[in-house]
């Protein structure tokens, strides 16, 4: 059995990162019902932002950290125990100017701690989720496979560095072109799906 860990962050409740997320969960229920699934939707129940009261406690080591102050981050302990607690991690962000939802990175900027889920070593950042495996689901408009359009494209890039900064091991199913015609978003949905049925698998 594994605790997987499913959050969602696209506002549109039909959407296609919702969609492929659904059937990916919907395959691993299917192959293995003794999986443990927690779900967070960030647009459903959203995480709060960060403020003046708990910015500079979020950055503070945790052995430094006052119980007092430890009341002023409870909703990052909780999320950092939900991701900690599981085994596999399943993130759904759909792009949003370029970038990801601000949903997703009230999520990020709750769980990226010092001492929590990443610190420093010799050789630079060291993160603390021990590679644990990560499935991300992208979905976006526009398609980003030219190197002018990748230059554009700050949501791959930043999720492959922020996750891989707290040890997690990403492998992304990527559905683009959404909106440059039919054959284009089917071409890219069965893409997405190809990846998203071999990651499954691995959990059956």
Same mark, same amino acid.
């Given at each position: ?26 395959? &691993? ?8 699934? &927690? ?10 932002? +960060? ?29 950092? =125990? ?7 991690? &399943?993130? $759904?962000?759909?792009? %949003? ?22 610190? %420093? ?17 992208? =979905?976006?408009?526009?398609? %980003? !496979? ?6 554009? !494209?700050?949501?791959?890039? %930043?999720?492959?560095?922020? +996750?891989?900064?707290? $040890? ?8 683009? $072109? =959404? ?6 978003? !089917? ?18």
């Amino acid at each position: 059995m594994a605790n997987i860990l499913v959050i969602e962050s696209s506002a549109r409740l039909a959407g296609y990162s919702r969609q492929l997320v659904g059937e990916f969960v919907e395959q &691993v229920k299917a192959a293995n019902s003794s999986h443990h699934f &927690v779900f967070r939707d960030l647009v459903k129940e959203p995480i709060p932002v +960060l403020t003046n009261d708990n910015v500079d406690i979020i950055r503070t080591h945790p052995d430094q950290i006052t119980p007092e102050q430890l009341e002023k981050i409870a909703v990052s302990e909780k999320l950092i =125990a939900e991701l900690k607690a599981a085994d596999f991690v &399943v993130i $759904g962000s759909s792009m %949003y100017n370029w970038n990801v939802s601000a949903s997703l990175k009230a999520w990020l900027d709750q769980v990226m701690r010092i001492g929590m889920t990443f610190t %420093y070593g010799g050789d630079g950042v060291v993160g603390l989720l021990g590679d644990k495996p990560c499935l991300v689901v992208l =979905a976006r408009g526009g398609s %980003y !496979d030219t190197p002018e359009r990748a230059a554009r !494209d700050m949501q791959q890039p %930043y999720l492959a560095n922020v +996750l891989k900064v707290m $040890g997690l091991d990403v492998t992304f199913a990527v559905m683009e $072109g =959404a909106l440059m015609g039919d054959d284009v978003r !089917d071409a890219n949905l069965a893409k997405a799906r190809a990846v998203i049925d071999c990651v499954a698998k691995t959990l059956s």
